[in-house]
């Protein structure tokens, strides 16, 4: 392998463009913490920021089967389930939740209620963040879901409205008591090679730079924060080293898009090992240190490469075979493979 050519990570221009908007978006959190007690209490210790991997195609997936509940709750079968509505940074507290008094959602014709209210009749943050809602009833309308629900707190009635399945800023209280029955104390690896943090207090984050077969003892978990990151479970986990921070996950695909479910496997996979790679994978140690580096060579297999950068964005074919069998592409690059070896890295 010592001739073989490594290639810089997928999509970095991307990649500095989320972190940026991650940076405006997060400049103050509060975290809310795992509680059984219903609503949520606050702390204002560390937190953890989400990157996105370079995994997850954006190919429409096969939701689980309806009968699957520990996977997946379908939205029809969300009456008398509870959702926590999650916090949110202060840029974007201003906007409220997209939750409302009225079936009429934002085209209701009333005047805004400025005690309950802001624009386009969003409900307020401070009448929401850390409360539950209780689902009382669920409405098929068109393609999507008319949701009711009652905030246990007030007895208040609130509505809302799926977008490809989905209501963003609330998440299933269900999935944070699994994630804590299910991850508490247990050991995992980072597939994404780092964790986040976040010190609210001082208003600063970053990441912990990890390899991929370096141990996470997941200390607790706790409720994320909307509308980023986009998994509502943060597990909170500690190095060899003792440094800390946050891996966030999905625990289930309740209240997911359905066009980033996987029905193949589980809503964790892209972002961790259960078990240590290199005990899965009998790989050269040149593959494990391109892999650390999230880089590609020459030479490397399907699996490996899925190891490294995640799922393609989209696969393309070459009927004529001018170039290779098959491409896998990566935001501005592409990988070139015959059968089931990378041949060539390039740019778009």
């Known amino acids: 392998m010592s001739n073989l050519r490594q290639q810089q990570k997928p999509p970095k221009v991307k990649r500095r463009a989320y972190v940026t908007c991650a940076v ?16 949520a ?17 954006k190919k429409a997936r096969a939701a689980p089967a309806s009968s699957d509940s520990s996977r997946m709750v379908p939205v029809n079968r969300w009456t008398g389930k509870k959702f926590m509505v999650l916090d949110k940074p202060k840029l974007f507290r201003k906007f409220g939740y997209e939750l409302y008094l009225t079936k009429d959602l934002s085209t209701s014709v009333k005047h805004i209620d400025t005690s309950f209210e802001v624009d386009k009749h969003h409900l307020r943050y401070d009448k929401c963040c850390g409360t539950l809602l209780t689902v009382v009833a669920v409405e098929k309308v068109a393609d999507e879901w008319l949701v009711s629900f009652s905030q246990n707190r007030t007895n208040l009635s609130m509505f809302g409205k799926t977008h490809k399945g989905a209501i963003e800023g609330i998440a299933c209280i269900d999935d944070l008591d699994k994630a804590a029955a299910q991850w508490t104390g247990r050991v995992v690896y980072s597939r994404r090679r780092f964790i986040d943090t976040y010190d609210s207090v001082v208003g600063t984050f970053g990441t912990v730079k990890v390899n991929i077969q370096d141990r996470l003892t997941v200390t607790g978990v706790r409720w994320g924060t909307t509308p980023l990151p986009p998994k509502p479970v943060w597990l909170c986990v500690s190095t060899n080293e003792k440094e800390t921070g946050i891996v966030p996950i999905c625990q289930t695909w309740t209240n997911v898009m359905l066009d980033k479910v996987n029905a193949d496997g589980n809503p964790w996979d892209e972002d961790l090992f259960e078990k240590n790679p290199m005990e899965i994978y009998s790989w050269d140690s040149s593959i494990w240190k391109a892999i650390n580096s999230h880089t590609i060579v020459s030479g490397m297999s ?7 950068w995640g799922q393609p964005q989209r696969v393309t074919t070459d009927a004529a075979k001018q170039l290779c069998d098959e491409q896998w592409l990566y935001g501005s690059q592409f990988l070139c493979l015959d059968h089931d070896t990378v041949t060539s890295v390039g740019g778009r």
């Not at 405006?24 to 609503?39: E, F, K, N, Q």
């Not at 209490?41 to 195609?57: M, N």
């Open 24 to 39: 405006a978006a997060l400049a103050t959190i509060s975290m809310t913490w795992y509680s059984h007690s219903g609503d």
């Open 302 to 308: 399907k699996e490996q490469v899925r190891v490294s």
């Open 41 to 57: 209490s606050k702390s204002p210790t560390g937190a953890g920021v989400s990157t996105p991997s370079a995994s997850g195609a």
